[in-house]
């Protein structure tokens, strides 16, 4: 059997469509909270009623400074409620949203803000702006309220819609335009990931600028009229558990990292949580099974990218299992293909491919041409089961040679994550003499662990051609501004022993 499985049809795409309106499409009707910002000391909410009002006010706002539909905004915001009220506000009148970091120092934004060529940047104090000539906005919510609400502008469901960019841990942030489109390709996480309904208290633990947390946080709560919870910026991980007992979340979503940092604290009785969803790099199976164990409840993991979101998962309904990522949803194509473009035998690793059809993925990087072809190749390998469950084998560049032997990163990095100092870890080859190459685990802890320690946790479970053979502590490893580790930094990290 090969490694391809389709799920279509693909979902339907209306002649004239809207991002954002289909989001909002039921939030006149409903009288709960659509978001709250969950401060240490107090909670910050909109209604639905308030949400889409001032939606539709923001949007009579941005069309007020000149622009036209089809004009980039770039935001230049925190995790404040001018986020997607900003976001959503330019999207209902036609314009093109661009979240970036606010962490990004003035150097970093003024290249990114060179490529999409923006004709707003909305802004808030504290937060580094370009060297670029666009003019700036501060929002203003209050005042704004007062406007007039915007007509919603429907157009080609594949017009550009919104510009993310790419985490950048294989070189310089790629811009990434997707259409309005997008969204319905989402339609499937709902139930085939996320197991989300109109009850649910959703808490999203990243920053609003990262896909994941404006997909699964904000885009997916609001579509089925569930509510959408956000920690306040600067808020700590040590700080969640009390903020989620507070909130009475149903579902958290957040990294690895984050469920990592949790379970090395106290966590109080969650009894409303009914499971977790993990995305942004591998969930190691020890994390998940330490998780269920603490809390009673599963986490399910999402593997997707900046360019098609998330396309495979494990769920409440169909559970991964264990070590993979989960199953293709429906209403996906996916292949693995090997170096011919031809899907790999069930069993045999390759690069995982999503179908150019599919109306999740980018129309394009900004300065490139779409997509060509029947596959977009993701840069990701991976291995299919006889069952059609996938196993994530990291970044196809990151793959590591091994005594003449392919290996994943990931599956090094497995061997470790038991080890309760160890806070996290990657694995890379490095030089100890020019020509030469081993395999180098670097990792994090509050202070560094004992080389035969390290090494008893090899031996147990990797070949011996698969052992470090050189361990190094980092007080922290290189990550990009969303937290994923950046492997290709860790070689010039490297200290030769004494």
């Given at each position: 059997?090969?490694?391809?499985?389709?799920?279509?049809?693909?979902?339907?795409?209306?002649?004239?469509?809207?991002?954002?309106?289909?989001?909002?499409?039921?939030?006149?009707?409903?009288?709960?909270?659509?978001?709250?910002?969950?401060?240490?000391?107090?909670?910050?909410?909109?209604?639905?009623?308030?949400?889409?009002?001032?939606?539709?006010?923001?949007?009579?706002?941005?069309?007020s400074q000149g622009l036209t539909p089809g004009d980039r905004i770039l935001l230049r915001l925190g995790n404040t409620l001018a986020f997607p009220i900003l976001y959503l506000g330019a999207i209902w009148a036609g314009l093109v949203p661009i979240p970036t970091s606010s962490a990004l120092t003035g150097p970093e934004i003024t290249k990114l803000a060179a490529l999409v060529a923006p004709k707003l940047i909305a802004a808030e104090t504290g937060i580094s702006l370009p060297d670029h000539p666009a003019p700036i906005l501060t929002p203003d919510l209050a005042a704004w309220s007062q406007l007039p609400p915007a007509a919603l502008h429907q157009g080609d469901p594949g017009r550009e819609a919104y510009i993310i960019f790419t985490s950048g841990t294989s070189g310089t942030p790629?811009?990434?335009?997707?259409?309005?489109?997008?969204?319905?390709?989402r339609s499937q996480m709902h139930q085939h990931w996320e197991g989300l309904t109109d009850t649910d208290r959703l808490l999203h633990a990243?920053?609003?600028?990262?896909?994941?947390?404006?997909?699964?946080?904000?885009?997916?709560?609001?579509?089925?009229?569930?509510?959408?919870?956000?920690?306040?910026?600067?808020?700590?991980?040590?700080?969640?558990?009390?903020?989620?007992?507070?909130?009475?979340?149903?579902?958290?979503?957040?990294?690895?990292?984050?469920?990592?940092?949790?379970?090395?604290?106290?966590?109080?009785?969650?009894?409303?949580?009914?499971?977790?969803?993990?995305?942004?790099?591998?969930?190691?199976?020890?994390?998940?099974?330490?998780?269920?164990?603490?809390?009673?409840?599963?986490?399910?993991?999402?593997?997707?990218?900046?360019?098609?979101?998330?396309?495979?998962?494990?769920?409440?309904?169909?559970?991964?299992?264990?070590?993979?990522?989960g199953y293709p949803q429906p209403g996906r194509h996916i292949a693995i293909l090997d170096d011919h473009g031809q899907p790999t035998p069930r069993g045999e690793p390759g690069e995982l491919s999503v179908s150019t059809q599919d109306p999740g993925l980018m129309r394009h990087y900004l300065g490139h041409p779409p997509p060509q072809g029947p596959w977009f190749r993701t840069g990701d390998a991976a291995v299919m089961a006889e069952d059609g469950s996938i196993t994530h084998l990291g970044r196809k560049d990151d793959l590591l040679n091994a005594g003449g032997f392919r290996v994943s990163p990931a599956e090094i990095e497995a061997a470790f994550h038991d080890l309760p100092t160890l806070t996290a870890c990657a694995a890379t080859q490095v030089e100890p003499t020019p020509g030469t190459t081993i395999l180098a685990l670097f990792y994090e802890a509050s202070c560094a662990i004992d080389e035969d320690l390290l090494r008893q946790c090899a031996e147990k479970t990797l070949a011996r051609w698969k052992q470090p053979r050189h361990y190094q502590r980092l007080d922290a490893l290189p990550r990009t501004g969303t937290g994923k580790i950046i492997r290709k930094a860790l070689k010039a990290r490297y200290r030769r022993p004494e």
């Open positions: 059997m090969l490694s391809e499985i389709d799920t279509r049809p693909f979902p339907k795409v209306p002649q004239a469509f809207n991002l954002a309106g289909h989001v909002l499409a039921s939030a006149a009707s409903l009288h709960k909270p659509a978001l709250t910002i969950l401060h240490p000391d107090r909670d910050e909410t909109l209604t639905y009623a308030q949400l889409l009002h001032l939606t539709q006010s923001t949007a009579t706002a941005l069309l790629m811009a990434v335009s997707h259409a309005h489109r997008a969204i319905l390709a990243g920053a609003l600028n990262w896909t994941y947390t404006l997909g699964t946080g904000l885009l997916d709560p609001w579509t089925l009229g569930a509510t959408a919870l956000i920690p306040a910026a600067g808020t700590p991980a040590t700080a969640l558990p009390a903020l989620m007992a507070r909130s009475a979340a149903t579902i958290l979503a957040a990294a690895p990292g984050v469920y990592r940092q949790l379970l090395r604290s106290e966590l109080p009785s969650l009894p409303h949580l009914r499971h977790g969803l993990s995305a942004g790099e591998g969930l190691p199976h020890a994390l998940r099974q330490l998780w269920r164990d603490r809390t009673g409840t599963d986490l399910h993991e999402a593997l997707g990218m900046s360019e098609v979101s998330t396309y495979l998962s494990g769920s409440p309904t169909r559970p991964a299992p264990e070590g993979t990522s």
